[in-house]
Each structure stands twice: as C-alpha cells, then as structure tokens.
Nanobody
C-alpha cells in the first residue's frame, strides 16, 4: 500500500531556510504526480507545489520564487526546499501522491497523503 513519510520539519527564524523530505513506498513513484500541501490551524489546506512524472513543476503564488519542489525517482523521495521563511509559513506540511491526473487537476487534493511534519517560523 502507498506510504508517504515526511521529515525535516522544525522551528526556524524568519528569513531562514528549511528542507523537507518525503519517503515514498508501495507504488511506482517515478510514474506519479507528487505534491506538497500545508494547513495552518483554523485555515483551509493550501496546495503549495506539484511535480509530475515528467518533472514539470507548478507553484502557488504564495511560495513561488521561495520554495522549490524536486524529486529523486531512484530513491523514491520528494523534496521541498523552503527559503526566506515567514511566520505565515507556519503550518503542518504534507506530502501527497496521485497519478499524473493529480497534476492535471492541481491544486485539487491528491489521493494519498502522509502524516505531515510541522514547520514553525518565528
């Protein structure tokens, strides 16, 4: 079955950088669409970035030019490099997977989700 496990969250100061990682298993990672989402307390889930099996990326305006999504198909890993972090970036960050249909429908929610990793910026 599909498993997604995020890591790399933590507390950082405003303006600093942080990298998140997602370890995937249980499916053909290289053929999937992958994405990062986040949800802050009291707010709706927000789609941040997606990357297709072809490597094409898309970003939300709120993180474009600050966040970079990438993938390592050989090691079944997804990454999110975050720079110039702001207090409003504080949220639970989720890795998600879908077929390439997920990338076509982005920013709609994906089919499979990790448990999330907390990022706090102060």
């Amino acid at each position: 079955h599909v498993q997604l496990v995020e890591s790399g969250g933590g507390s950082v100061q405003t303006g600093r950088s942080l990298g998140l990682s997602c370890a995937a298993s249980g499916y053909m990672f290289g053929r999937s669409c992958m994405g990062w989402f986040r949800q802050a307390p009291g707010k709706e889930r927000e789609a941040l970035a997606s990357i297709g099996s072809d490597g094409v990326t898309r970003y939300a305006d709120s993180v474009k030019d600050r966040f970079t999504i990438s993938r390592d198909n050989g090691n079944y890993r997804l990454f999110l490099q975050m720079t110039s972090l702001r207090p409003e970036d504080t949220a639970m960050y989720y890795c998600a997977a879908d077929s390439d249909l997920g990338c076509m429908n982005w920013p709609a929610p994906f089919a499979y989700w990790g448990q999330g990793t907390q990022v706090t910026v102060s």
